[in-house]
Structure formats: structure tokens, C-alpha cells
């Protein structure tokens, strides 16, 4: 499901586009999270094509781990789907990846190595936290009893003169 609309903010009388899907909790459907979002995002002009990949992959760590918490509260049947949300106003990108898992205390994880300790390469996982924080302005983790959203706030890049 595909929801579209222009509205206005509740703190400005800027116009922002907004696009919902509802999609299916199973991994094929993570480059059509990216495609969407990042078209949406790509008609603002300062929003420059590495900030565009900055978005494409946060977007898509944060889908994994959706998809992988729905599979884990369902298991052994069809998972619910998962629910991104994005929102686009001059200069200036939310969105939002909903699921309906249990949850968790992104302040529990551990911590991994630094990225030159040889251990690192212990870890085949877990960095998709700490990429979605490098990658975004802000992103917050907002676990309930229904699940969780991870709210990330991408502000666009001019491109530099003579590049």
C-alpha cells in the first residue's frame, strides 16, 4: 500500500510531500523502501547524490532490522508488514520505519570494536545501529509495547562550487 500526499506543517506554511508503504516484512522488498524514499527525496536540488546514499542506506539497515523483528514475532507464520513513512519539506528529510516486534533498548547493545582491532571481523552483524547513527542528523528509537520506530532526520548537503 502506497499513501501520497501534500500537506502542510504544524510549524510552517511550507508544502511537504509525504509517502507511506505498507510492505510485506521479507527482504526483497528493501530496494523498493530504498527506490521510493530516495526518489521522493531526490526532487529537493540540495539534497546532493552522497546524501542521497547516505539515505539509501540507512533506510535499508533500518528495513533489515524491521524485517528481521517481525520475522522473530512471528515465527513459523506470515509476518505483519513493516510501515515507512517519509516526509520531505526544503531541505530536510524524516523518516520514520515502523514494526511490530518487541522492541529493544538500543542502549544495551554491545558495543564492537573499533574498526582497526583484528576482532572486529568477529562480528558478522550489528552494525546496522551504528551505521543508521553516522549516517543521519538525528534518529531516535522509540520502542513500545507495539513495536518500535526508528525516526531519522536527514538535512540536505549543498554541493560545493567548482565540484
Known sequence: MT???RGTSDHSAATREIVELELPARPDV????RLVVAGLVSGDPDFTDERLDDLRLAVSEACTNAIE??????????????????WVSAGRAEVEIHDN???FDPRALAPH?????PARLDFEGGLGI?????LSDNVEFRPSHSGTIVAMTFEARRARSGQ
Not at 113 to 117: A, H, I, L, Q
Open 3 to 5: 499513501r501520497s500526499e
Open 30 to 33: 528493501l530496494a523498493l523502501a
Open 69 to 86: 523483528a517481525q520475522q522473530r514475532a512471528a515465527p513459523g507464520r506470515s509476518a505483519p508488514p513493516i510501515t515507512v513513512r517519509c
Open 101 to 103: 516486534g518487541t522492541g
Open 113 to 117: 570494536p573499533p574498526v582497526t582491532d
Open 130 to 134: 551504528p551505521l543508521i547513527r553516522l
